[in-house]
């Protein structure tokens, strides 16, 4: 394994300086050093990836078998039609599972590479601006504070108490901290502090890189949905054993009974090889190898759907959880309120400054706003872009406003260190020096605030501008002396009401929630009289309770389970209040979403069941712990997860109903028929040909199914609840009788027309492939109702169109193949309209169903 080489500090240096990388030099360092993203570790060649698909034990009995008819084939000089015909459908069926299993994994691949995208604060040209982790280039200025994800290999410029997390590389679980010099490493996170940092190495040259080149990872699990599915097939595989077990018997009787089996001759082996294939045939059509394929078919879908909605999916268990969820926890800044923080209202009638040591409450309040924050602004677009914490950048657009020039003032200001924002301190102060004197200035929650000042305030004005919605911040300072930098003996300067207003149809979105069974909760670290007013706004206040984190931490675990139900809003929460709210409400049997932007959230998202990180605001640490970043921070982005997580599930069963239809009828078909006398129902090669529609055309057809509005008026779906629900068992055997019982008429009478057993036969094969499309159909109106009939889903016309042209050149033309000889248009016509009776059945069933529901059922 080669050894990661940094460029030396001091050429960086050099090149860097405090304004960052000169715009002129980026391509220059960019072919110098590469870019910054890491190239996927070798994969597995193809050849040997379509290879391990005869790995499958059925179909290493399939391939044996079909050698054994090859020989007798050969010995009795006829019958190798038959076998080339099982060789081809075995190499088409392998193909399929092949082409769909490296579809899937192009499709993860295309997912990650969204991680190079997260946006990185650096320093160019003398201005901090936002770039994508994947244009970061060495030499590049990076910005650092306590959250963020290291994006590059680099050398620490300056710091401030910066430390990182580097378990990933060491295996220590201390974070690591940093000074000037020291190195940094790509895929680290900055736990506490922040700093500067030059890009060193990126991509495949940095750490990162060089141990991925080394390794080829696999990280699949299986999700709760799969495990329900595996437990399924297992119970279907069983019956399918059972069943070939049980044709192979009756094939045997029934041929020694009938004098084809007499003794070990060529005849009697072949009979005795033509049993054992339908029987491993029966368990081929019986297992539903289709299943994991349905699965990961449709997850595939609902990740690139929900990436179009702004839904990046980083763990698939999200895709089927988010659609059972019961409750969401959700902040209130950037996700239910646009991000765009304005100062509405102040205690000063403008922002003042002087080069002086301030002498009135609005400078204080006005150099408190300008250095006393990590924030920038960016022009980009002739927009105003805020890069960091939104309220620090509030107050920046408020000086902005004004005339003031942040950046002029904090480069007058000799800062000497910062102790950042916390959310259990609720504020955050500044060191500096002016004419000689070191002063203390903190921000943060007026009612912190007040507690620490010499004089208490007067609150009751920021009480109302809270209870009209508004943020409140307050203001305060010191002088430092004999080195006493606690946060105590303050002097309060003013305050200033924020407004971050609501997102474009939030309220809509919520009650969407609502209507769904999902209870909307907002955790905030507003006081309650803001949270009151917003969450009101936004139509969260369902008459439930508002309590403060501090409240909900002082109860008892029983009775914080017992709060958490009746709780609409936690105010001035902590990250260690989300935590507990998530964990009380889960002891409730709530399947819980949680949203969350900051390191200290990242708790409650990895123990929520489904975490939701912001792609926007989030730092680096919330991202990792989250199972789904939301790309544009809003709210409305968690209605869209919802109802497509809950189609995936949707679809999947609509393919299990499907499935097991055809499953049952076909085995309990091959099974009968010899009992009763008549011919096989079907040769191998048309097992085959059903299997394939069963586990391949059906998945790419009903798990295509586009979302549709009634799934946002049901309520969840629980964990604990069955892939076959009640009335798709009833389904499977209502509609699979009605194809048993219409399939051996046929064969018995032939009353759907033929006068030969081969015309007979073959217009049986011809209307049970019919019946199959038209209970495609049933399938798609699962719920009873039928969704958009054309729009909805025109991936299933394509490939229902697709079996039926391939029915008619079989029948038609594959006569040597399939053992079928042409029918008429009128046998077609009569196969196709007789068939359609299986709609009929399945509307007078669900009619059934839901009569009973409503009216019969016991209330």
């Given at each position: 394994m080669r050894t990661p080489v940094l460029a030396p500090y001091d050429d960086l240096i050099s090149i860097t300086g405090d304004q960052g990388l000169p715009l002129s030099r980026i391509e220059e360092m960019r072919r110098k050093y590469g870019v910054n993203t890491i190239t996927p570790p070798p994969r597995e060649p193809l050849w040997r990836q379509y290879l391990r698909k005869y790995d499958d034990p059925i179909i290493k009995i399939l391939l044996f078998a079909v050698a054994l008819s090859a020989l007798v084939s050969i010995i009795r000089g006829e019958g190798l039609l038959d076998t080339i015909g099982i060789v081809i459908a075995v190499l088409l069926s392998t193909l399929i599972a092949f082409l769909n299993e490296y579809r899937s994994s192009k499709e993860f691949e295309l997912l990650n590479a969204h991680r190079d995208d997260l946006a990185i604060k650096v320093v160019r040209d003398g201005h901090p601006v936002s770039v994508p982790s994947r244009e970061i280039v060495v030499g590049d200025l990076v910005l650092l504070e306590a959250g963020d994800g290291i994006p590059a290999d680099g050398w620490v410029v300056s710091t401030d108490d910066l430390a990182s997390d580097?378990?990933?590389?060491?295996?220590?679980?201390?974070?690591?901290?940093?000074?000037?010099?020291?190195?940094?490493?790509?895929?680290?996170?900055?736990?506490?502090?922040?700093?500067?940092?030059?890009?060193?190495?990126?991509?495949?040259?940095?750490?990162?890189?060089?141990i991925a080149a080394s390794l080829g990872i696999d990280h699949a699990t299986l999700t709760p949905l799969e495990q329900k599915l595996e437990a399924l097939a297992r119970i279907i595989s069983s019956f399918g054993y059972s069943m070939a077990v049980l044709v192979f018997c009756t094939l045997l009787v029934r041929g020694i009974i009938l004098g084809e089996i007499t003794g070990l001759t060529i005849t009697s082996v072949d009979v005795i090889l033509h049993d054992v294939m339908?029987?491993?045939?029966?368990?081929?059509?019986?297992?539903?190898?289709?299943?994991?394929?349905?699965?990961?078919?449709?997850?595939?879908?609902?990740?690139?759907?929900?990436?179009?909605?702004?839904?990046?999916?980083?763990?698939l268990i999200a895709c089927e959880t988010i659609g059972s969820a019961t409750t969401i926890c959700t902040d209130k800044t950037g996700t239910l309120t646009m991000n765009q923080m304005v100062v509405i209202e102040a205690s000063i009638n403008?922002?003042?400054h002087t080069r002086r040591l301030p002498e009135t409450r609005a400078e204080w309040i006005t150099l408190n706003a300008a250095v006393n924050g990590t924030a920038h602004l960016e022009e980009r677009d002739d927009r105003v872009i805020v890069i960091g914490n939104s309220?620090?950048?509030?107050l920046l657009r408020w000086l902005r406003e004004h005339g003031l020039d942040y950046l002029q003032i904090r480069r007058e200001t000799d800062i000497i260190r910062q102790h950042l924002f916390d959310g259990r301190r609720k504020r955050m102060s500044t060191v500096i020096s002016r004419d000689g004197r070191s002063w203390l200035l903190v921000k943060g929650a007026p009612e912190i605030l007040a507690s620490l000042c010499i004089q208490s305030p007067d609150l009751d004005e920021v009480h109302a501008l809270a209870s009209r919605a508004m943020r409140t911040l307050a203001f305060a300072h010191k002088e430092i002396i004999d080195g006493d930098e606690t946060e105590t003996g303050l002097?309060?300067?003013g305050y200033v009401g924020i407004r971050d207003h609501l997102r474009d149809k939030i309220a809509e979105s919520v009650a969407t929630c609502q209507r769904a069974g999902i209870r909307v909760r907002m955790v905030t670290g507003d006081n309650a009289e803001?949270?009151?007013?917003?969450?009101?706004?936004?139509?969260?206040?369902?008459?439930?309770?508002?309590?403060?984190?501090?409240?909900?931490?002082?109860?008892?675990?029983?009775?914080?389970?017992?709060?958490?139900e009746e709780l609409?809003?936690?105010?001035r929460a902590e990250p260690l209040d989300k935590l507990l709210l998530v964990s009380a409400l889960q002891k409730t049997g709530a399947v819980v979403a949680v949203t969350g932007d900051g390191t200290n959230d990242a708790p409650a998202l990895k123990h929520a069941d489904v975490g939701l990180a912001m792609g926007i605001a989030g730092t680096e640490v919330a991202r990792e712990a989250s199972d789904i970043i939301l790309l544009d921070d809003s709210f409305a982005t968690i209605t869209s997860a919802v109802w497509w997580g809950r189609s995936l599930y949707e679809n999947i069963q609509r393919f299990v109903l499907f499935q097991l239809t055809l499953n049952f009828s076909a085995c309990i078909l091959?099974?009968?028929?010899?009992?009763?006398?008549?011919?096989?129902?079907?040769?191998?090669?048309?097992?085959?040909w059903i299997n394939l529609i069963m586990d391949t055309l059906a998945a790419f057809a009903l798990c295509s199914e586009a979302p549709h509005p009634e799934l946002m008026n049901n309520q969840p779906i629980s964990h604990d609840a069955p892939i076959v629900t009640p009335f798709m068992w009833l389904s499977i055997a209502v509609t699979g009788l009605f194809l048993i019982a219409g399939g051996l008429l046929q064969l018995a009478t032939g009353f759907l027309g033929g006068s030969t057993p081969a015309e007979i036969g073959t217009v049986f094969f011809a209307a049970y492939i019919f019946a199959a499309v038209w209970n495609g159909i049933n399938c798609r109106a699962f719920d009873g109702k039928m969704p958009p009939f054309f729009r909805g889903n025109p991936t299933f016309f394509a490939v229902t169109i697709f079996i039926v042209a391939v029915q008619v050149l079989i029948v038609q033309y594959g006569g040597a193949f399939f053992a079928t000889v042409p029918l008429s248009l009128e046998l077609w016509v009569r196969a196709g309209v007789v068939s359609a009776s299986v709609l009929v059945v399945s509307l007078l069933l669900r009619l059934g169903y839901r009569v009973h529901n409503v009216y019969l059922s016991p209330k």
């Amino acid at each position: 394994m080669r050894t990661p080489v940094l460029a030396p500090y001091d050429d960086l240096i050099s090149i860097t300086g405090d304004q960052g990388l000169p715009l002129s030099r980026i391509e220059e360092m960019r072919r110098k050093y590469g870019v910054n993203t890491i190239t996927p570790p070798p994969r597995e060649p193809l050849w040997r990836q379509y290879l391990r698909k005869y790995d499958d034990p059925i179909i290493k009995i399939l391939l044996f078998a079909v050698a054994l008819s090859a020989l007798v084939s050969i010995i009795r000089g006829e019958g190798l039609l038959d076998t080339i015909g099982i060789v081809i459908a075995v190499l088409l069926s392998t193909l399929i599972a092949f082409l769909n299993e490296y579809r899937s994994s192009k499709e993860f691949e295309l997912l990650n590479a969204h991680r190079d995208d997260l946006a990185i604060k650096v320093v160019r040209d003398g201005h901090p601006v936002s770039v994508p982790s994947r244009e970061i280039v060495v030499g590049d200025l990076v910005l650092l504070e306590a959250g963020d994800g290291i994006p590059a290999d680099g050398w620490v410029v300056s710091t401030d108490d910066l430390a990182s997390d580097e378990s990933a590389f060491t295996g220590e679980t201390e974070p690591v901290a940093k000074g000037v010099k020291d190195r940094l490493l790509k895929g680290a996170l900055v736990t506490a502090g922040k700093g500067r940092m030059i890009a060193g190495a990126v991509g495949d040259s940095a750490e990162m890189g060089v141990i991925a080149a080394s390794l080829g990872i696999d990280h699949a699990t299986l999700t709760p949905l799969e495990q329900k599915l595996e437990a399924l097939a297992r119970i279907i595989s069983s019956f399918g054993y059972s069943m070939a077990v049980l044709v192979f018997c009756t094939l045997l009787v029934r041929g020694i009974i009938l004098g084809e089996i007499t003794g070990l001759t060529i005849t009697s082996v072949d009979v005795i090889l033509h049993d054992v294939m339908l029987a491993v045939v029966i368990v081929v059509a019986a297992v539903p190898e289709g299943l994991p394929m349905s699965v990961a078919l449709s997850l595939s879908l609902a990740m690139r759907k929900m990436a179009k909605a702004n839904c990046l999916v980083r763990r698939l268990i999200a895709c089927e959880t988010i659609g059972s969820a019961t409750t969401i926890c959700t902040d209130k800044t950037g996700t239910l309120t646009m991000n765009q923080m304005v100062v509405i209202e102040a205690s000063i009638n403008r922002p003042v400054h002087t080069r002086r040591l301030p002498e009135t409450r609005a400078e204080w309040i006005t150099l408190n706003a300008a250095v006393n924050g990590t924030a920038h602004l960016e022009e980009r677009d002739d927009r105003v872009i805020v890069i960091g914490n939104s309220t620090e950048g509030a107050l920046l657009r408020w000086l902005r406003e004004h005339g003031l020039d942040y950046l002029q003032i904090r480069r007058e200001t000799d800062i000497i260190r910062q102790h950042l924002f916390d959310g259990r301190r609720k504020r955050m102060s500044t060191v500096i020096s002016r004419d000689g004197r070191s002063w203390l200035l903190v921000k943060g929650a007026p009612e912190i605030l007040a507690s620490l000042c010499i004089q208490s305030p007067d609150l009751d004005e920021v009480h109302a501008l809270a209870s009209r919605a508004m943020r409140t911040l307050a203001f305060a300072h010191k002088e430092i002396i004999d080195g006493d930098e606690t946060e105590t003996g303050l002097t309060w300067d003013g305050y200033v009401g924020i407004r971050d207003h609501l997102r474009d149809k939030i309220a809509e979105s919520v009650a969407t929630c609502q209507r769904a069974g999902i209870r909307v909760r907002m955790v905030t670290g507003d006081n309650a009289e803001t949270a009151r007013a917003i969450a009101a706004e936004a139509g969260i206040m369902q008459g439930g309770t508002v309590m403060t984190g501090e409240a909900f931490r002082s109860l008892t675990p029983a009775e914080q389970v017992g709060a958490a139900e009746e709780l609409d809003v936690m105010a001035r929460a902590e990250p260690l209040d989300k935590l507990l709210l998530v964990s009380a409400l889960q002891k409730t049997g709530a399947v819980v979403a949680v949203t969350g932007d900051g390191t200290n959230d990242a708790p409650a998202l990895k123990h929520a069941d489904v975490g939701l990180a912001m792609g926007i605001a989030g730092t680096e640490v919330a991202r990792e712990a989250s199972d789904i970043i939301l790309l544009d921070d809003s709210f409305a982005t968690i209605t869209s997860a919802v109802w497509w997580g809950r189609s995936l599930y949707e679809n999947i069963q609509r393919f299990v109903l499907f499935q097991l239809t055809l499953n049952f009828s076909a085995c309990i078909l091959i099974f009968i028929a010899p009992l009763l006398g008549l011919p096989e129902p079907f040769t191998i090669i048309q097992v085959l040909w059903i299997n394939l529609i069963m586990d391949t055309l059906a998945a790419f057809a009903l798990c295509s199914e586009a979302p549709h509005p009634e799934l946002m008026n049901n309520q969840p779906i629980s964990h604990d609840a069955p892939i076959v629900t009640p009335f798709m068992w009833l389904s499977i055997a209502v509609t699979g009788l009605f194809l048993i019982a219409g399939g051996l008429l046929q064969l018995a009478t032939g009353f759907l027309g033929g006068s030969t057993p081969a015309e007979i036969g073959t217009v049986f094969f011809a209307a049970y492939i019919f019946a199959a499309v038209w209970n495609g159909i049933n399938c798609r109106a699962f719920d009873g109702k039928m969704p958009p009939f054309f729009r909805g889903n025109p991936t299933f016309f394509a490939v229902t169109i697709f079996i039926v042209a391939v029915q008619v050149l079989i029948v038609q033309y594959g006569g040597a193949f399939f053992a079928t000889v042409p029918l008429s248009l009128e046998l077609w016509v009569r196969a196709g309209v007789v068939s359609a009776s299986v709609l009929v059945v399945s509307l007078l069933l669900r009619l059934g169903y839901r009569v009973h529901n409503v009216y019969l059922s016991p209330k």
